[in-house]
């Protein structure tokens, strides 16, 4: 069954590497009515009622899993939560045979989080089903990347010309590598701040400034987007000791003071309290790290209202019913 490839989008959202500032910006724009839905008594528009997803994890989330899943309910999808475990999976069926087979039955979309770096786009190139990236591991997570984008502009109204750090474990993570994309691309400068350990090694030629110094990259920035460290993908040996970590990167209110004005912070989450980040700084004034969660609905009900052949100009009155 052949499904829509939207006129912004395309088939699929695999990650922001591939798509053009304008794209970006397009999907941006059409989060911002969006937001509201979620302020209202009844948070529910008609917008992709019909439609089938399959949310799939094969890997844990709370925040992604739960916001696409909000995302689809308050558009009106009809949606399915599978995960690895207690399905064929375990058996030993495969990704693609999965997915074939829950296009068997009628479904339109498919959110996938795997461990896999590429297991996002090998399947969209399978199946005929839209794919949403919610994560493939070490590769991008484009809707993160997104909120993060949308949570930055909210509070500075514009991106370009930002000096945005994004500091810690960036060799393991696939948010810096969507936030590294989606910030160059809508012209912000960008730095990376962390253990050489935990930088991948080609680091300097991703044309970002490196700062060895979590207080050169604090005096330096506007924006910090503080990385978790990915403990579940490390096989030791990268950093000393957690303590050792927070002690020399750790993003400390008296780091913060130092500096002598405001700072914005985001953390994707989850967060290591204590490691990454101190507690006083995360629930601090200049945290927007909830901001993020609540944007992360709005981005992906503009996601997945693209991908079905919505359009950025007609979201306002899509969302009163009107408009398609
Ligand atoms: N930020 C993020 O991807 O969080 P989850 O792993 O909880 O989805």
């Known amino acids: 069954m052949a499904h829509p490839a939207g006129p912004y989008l395309g088939k699929d959202l695999l990650g922001l590497e591939e798509l053009s ?9 059409t989060a911002e009515p969006f937001k509201e839905i979620s302020e209202r008594p009844i948070k529910k528009v008609p917008v992709l009622r019909g439609k089938t997803i399959v949310n799939a994890f094969f890997e844990n ?3 992604t899993r739960i916001s696409f899943e909000f ?9 399915v939560n599978f995960s690895a475990s207690g399905s064929s999976v375990s058996k030993g069926e495969t990704l693609v045979d999965t997915a ?8 339109d979309m498919v959110v996938i989080r795997h461990g896999a770096s590429g297991s996002a786009r090998f399947l969209a190139e399978r199946i005929d089903s839209n794919v949403v990236n919610a994560g493939d591991g070490r590769h991008e997570h484009p809707t993160q990347g997104l909120l993060d984008l949308l949570t930055i502009r909210d509070h500075f109204r514009r991106i370009a010309g930002l000096k945005v750090c994004i500091t810690g474990d960036i060799l393991h993570s696939r948010v810096a590598r969507s936030n590294l994309w989606g910030l160059r691309k809508l012209g912000a400068e960008v730095a990376v701040c962390g253990p050489r350990t935990l930088l991948p090694r080609d680091v300097e030629e991703m044309g970002v400034t490196v700062f060895r110094r979590i207080e050169d990259a604090i005096e330096w920035a506007d924006v910090l987007n503080v990385l978790r460290l990915q403990l579940e993908r490390m096989q030791g040996g990268f950093v000393p000791s957690l303590r050792e970590y927070n002690r020399v ?7 913060l003071d130092r500096a002598g004005r405001d700072i914005l912070i985001l953390h994707p989450g989850p967060m290591n309290r204590g490691v990454e980040i101190d507690s006083d700084v995360a629930d601090g004034p200049h945290s927007v790290i ?12 503009a996601v997945l209202y693209l991908l079905a052949g919505g359009a950025p100009e007609r979201a306002e009155a899509a969302k009163t019913g009107g408009g398609e």
């Open 100 to 107: 074939k087979n829950l296009e068997a039955m009628r479904i």
């Open 61 to 63: 989330s709370t925040r």
């Open 249 to 255: 990167f750790g993003v400390t209110r008296a780091r």
């Open 290 to 301: 909830l901001q993020q969660v609540t944007n992360g609905v709005a981005i992906r009900m």
């Open 71 to 79: 995302a689809e309910k308050r558009l009106s999808a009809d949606t």
């Open 21 to 29: 500032a304008e794209q970006i910006t397009a999907i941006l724009d």
